[in-house]
Nanobody, 112 residues
Framework: QVQLVEAGGGLVQPGGSLRLSCAAS???????LGWYRQAPGKQRELVAR???????NYADSGKGRFTISRDNAKNTMYLQMNRLKPEDTGVYSC???????WGQGTQVTVSS
């Protein structure tokens, strides 16, 4: 497995922005990486995924507002979240599909 460490969560007002990062313990070059969200009382759901070649897909909830990216040189993945809504609140975790690795998660709370 690869160790994944998220950072960048916090409390933000509706309409605000946050940038999450996920740092890996080794090279991420061949990995398929994703961001998942678990809201209170709900199942964990995919937010966005990025493949080794750079192609991406997004859940409908984040299309047009979220951007997933990766920096292979820094072994880090990012999630830029703009125009945040209260329903974006949850614990955001990063995942690597090939090794089935998960980070510990970072809390995002969108509230006025």
């Amino acid at each position: 497995q690869v160790q994944l460490v998220e950072a960048g969560g916090g409390l933000v007002q509706p309409g605000g922005s946050l940038r999450l990062s996920c740092a890996a313990s080794g090279s991420i070059r061949v990995y398929v990486l994703g961001w998942y969200r678990q809201a209170p009382g709900k199942q964990r759901e995919l937010v966005a995924r990025i493949f080794s070649g750079g192609s991406t897909n997004y859940a409908d909830s984040g299309k047009g507002r979220f951007t997933i990216s990766r920096d292979n040189a820094k072994n880090t993945m990012y999630l830029q979240m703009n125009r945040l809504k209260p329903e974006d609140t949850g614990v955001y975790s990063c995942n690597e599909e090939i090794t089935a690795s998960w980070g510990q998660g970072t809390q995002v709370t969108v509230s006025s």
